[in-house]
């Protein structure tokens, strides 16, 4: 029986917790993007680095607030910081959206163009971030490091193997499970919610019905700005800022939105999760979870690790792939909010 | 001069004419139904009165105002109502939330007008929470016209509003419609089923390639030897 836990243990502290966490990242990621995709129909590639900008400024006003002494001990400094980053953010999409992507949607350019537009600001912004804060790794979580230390968790349970929950790890699924909450809330609650799904619907009918395109427009913006600094931030928190990396992590969200089912937000949670679980289950060795399970005589010699973990992105190309062959509609049947 | 009347209305969606001197009106509680082979530019002549086309001659006057220059936006604020044929439902959204968006720009209370729909038809009633899209057609097309009366329109335009549903739900389509016009609503409809559509109209415009061919009352159509000769097959 205790080997059945240890085993279970090692699983929730090397995959699920980890997980849960990426997912959740990934989730809030793609939120953003589906958004986009459902109501200005493009998908969005500067995604990413709208959320490096956001979690640039979260970074800014976090030295601010350090050099000022203000603290929210044991919880990081940043999460007092995000409402700027994430004000700061929706002041980029306002300004992006009027000097680039409204003159196309004035224009009606075709969906490829927006497209390409899309990857013309990720390079912008990309810039513009690696100019303001430079390209090196930035760490900026202070605060208590972790909820369950792996230690404090064996001696209260008597296992042999340890539980840790970072701190950063905690604030993440919550934030995601409140964010998620939040904007389940607002599309199917709110009178402007309501609205942004029925112009991403049917445009031609919410115009007959004298809803104002340039308003949801607009209003899913500051969502998505809201949505990709608070990503930005939590991934930040977890692992480090790094600009590149957030560029890398355009794959695995994009994966994410489309295994869900582009335009869905449901599905662009459930697809975070989807990837991020598969990348880590994937690239984890089972030697010793299989170890417990087994008598001593049958345990594994090899590491029994399907992929090594320098193939972790390859992961999110395969689910990609696979999802576009066999339901190119996604888990979720996408196009719709 | 009728409550809604385009009148002699020139133009097209690009730089060829469809319509050419065409007149259509309709009055309050009258239903007005506009008839004519395939291509003679029905539905256009509707739209035409609800400014989804530029008119390059001619007028439209709604309650005595010429309102030929508003966006159909700016109608719906005037009091006009329009159900598009098709992609007329906000598919992945309920019943329910579909009568809201149709209410959109009211402030007010929209519960008795809900209420209102809900007793026009009852069948939305049951299905408030159900998609629109997962409804069969005749229930879709309820839900169509129920979305447009939400604003508490004074014209209620109809883009064929019984396409593709069977003869059975077209006469209870019907039967509502005329229910419609007796609260003293203006209908203008275009409409395939020419037979029927005339036997419940007040007032029938016969097209042919965008121009009036006949126009009377649709009892006088539905007698009228040439046009049974030539639109109502005999």
Known sequence: MADVLNALVLLANFLIVPGLTYGSQLALGALGVTLIYSVLRFSNFGHGEIMSFGTMFTIFFTWLFQGWGL?????????????FGILATMALVMIMDKTVYRYHRENKSSNVIFLIVSIGTMFVIGGIVRFAIGPADQIFFDGTRFIMKAREFKQMTGLSEG????????????????VVAFIWWFLNKTRTGKSMRAYSDNENLALLSGIDPARVVM??????AALAAIAGTLYGLDKSFKPFTYMQLLLPIFAAAIVGGVG??????AGGYVVALSEIAVTFAYKRVVGYLVAEEHAPETLLQLLSTDYK?????????????IKPTGLFSGKTL | MSFLVGENMTGGYGSADILHDCTIG???????????PNGAGKSTAMKATFGMLDLRLGRVMFDGEDITHLKPEERVLKGMGFVPQTHNVFTSMTVEEN???????????????????FDLFPILKEKRYQPAGELSGGQRQQVAVGRALMTQPKVLLLDEPTAGVSPIVMDELFDRIIEIARQGIAILMVEQNAKQ???IADKGYVLVQGANRFTDTGEALMANPEVRKAFLGG
């Open chain 2, 197 to 199: 559509a005339l036997n």
């Open chain 1, 264 to 269: 869905n937000p449901l599905g662009a949670i």
């Open chain 2, 26 to 36: 309709v009055d309050k509680g009258q239903i007005a139904v506009i008839v004519g």
């Open chain 1, 219 to 224: 209003v899913a913006w500051l969502l998505v």
């Open chain 1, 163 to 178: 539980l840790a929950i970072k701190t950063t790890q905690g604030i993440t699924i919550v934030t995601a499970v409140i």
């Open chain 1, 71 to 83: 603290s929210i001990k044991p919880l990081p400094t940043a999460l007092l910081a995000l409402p």
């Open chain 2, 99 to 117: 009568l809201e968006m149709g209410a959109f720009i009211r402030r007010d209370d929209i519960a008795s007008t809900m209420e209102q729909v």
């Open chain 1, 313 to 325: 992105i390859a992961v999110s190309f395969i689910i990609l792939v696979i999802v576009l062959v």
